[in-house]
C-alpha cells in the first residue's frame, strides 16, 4: 500500500508539482501503464455484468483515478492522520456501488 512504501512528503510534492506544472501532467498521462490496466479492469467488470454500461469504460476510468487522487490528496492534507488503506476500502466500495449493475 502507497501509505507504507512512499513518504508523505513524497507524495506531496509530486501531487503538488501536478498543480503548478506548465508541460506535461504525468497523472493525467492516458498512455501510462495505470489506465490501461483500470481500462481493462472497468471493460472486463462491464463485459461480465457486474459494471453498469451507463457510462463508458473512460468514463468510469476518468471518475475512478479522480477517486483515487481525492484519497491520496485529503490524506496529505491531513499529514497521515487515518489509515489511507482503511478509509481507502470503506470509500471505494461507496465508490463501486454508483457503478454496479442493478
Known amino acids: ?3 507504507d512504501s512512499v513518504s ?3 507524495l506531496s510534492q509530486l501531487l ?5 506544472t506548465k508541460s506535461e501532467k504525468h ?3 492516458k498512455k501510462r501503464t495505470y489506465y490501461k490496466l ?3 479492469i472497468i471493460t472486463e467488470g462491464q463485459q461480465n455484468g457486474e459494471l453498469d454500461t451507463d457510462k463508458t ?3 468510469i476510468v476518468k471518475a475512478y483515478a479522480l477517486f483515487e487522487r481525492a484519497l491520496m490528496y485529503d490524506w496529505c492534507l491531513c499529514n497521515g492522520e487515518y489509515s489511507l488503506k482503511e478509509y481507502g476500502q470503506n470509500m471505494l466500495e461507496m465508490f463501486l456501488n454508483g457503478f454496479k449493475k442493478a
Open 1 to 3: 500500500m502507497i501509505e
Open 8 to 10: 508523505i512528503e513524497l
Open 16 to 20: 503538488s508539482s501536478q498543480l503548478i
Open 27 to 29: 497523472l493525467l498521462d
Open 38 to 40: 483500470l481500462r481493462s
Open 57 to 59: 469504460a473512460n468514463e
